[in-house]
């Protein structure tokens, strides 16, 4: 069956960088293009950042252009989000996400805390 596991959070002083990795199996994952969405408590989820299924493509959201990038390694089955210049706002459970068909898949999130 499909499943993304994120993993790479953990607490991170302001300033600080991190990188989440998001690791499919399931599927064949090099046909699929994979986004990374944020949700900090008591808020909706927001979208943060795709890429295209080859790697070519990638969208950042205004909220983190500059600071996040986003890559993908397809031997690996494995996106990665590199997280720079962490502020207090970026804290939240980060996913993952796929859609394939009609489906859209998540993985269980990763926390992220950025916190002095």
């Known amino acids: 069956q499909v499943q993304l596991v994120e993993s790479g959070g953990g607490l991170v002083q302001p300033g600080g960088s991190l990188r989440l990795s998001c690791e499919a199996s399931?599927?064949?994952?090099?046909?699929?293009?994979i986004a990374w969405y944020r949700q900090a408590a008591g808020e909706e989820r927001e979208f943060i950042s795709w890429i295209s299924y080859d790697g070519a493509s990638t969208k950042i959201a205004d909220s983190v252009k500059g600071r996040f990038t986003l890559s993908r390694d397809n031997a690996k089955n494995t996106v990665y989000l590199q997280m720079n210049s962490l502020k207090s706002e970026d804290t939240a459970v980060y996913y993952c996400r796929v859609v394939i068909g009609v489906m859209a898949y998540w993985g269980q999130g990763t926390q992220v805390t950025v916190s002095s």
């Open positions: 399931g599927f064949t994952f090099r046909r699929y293009d």
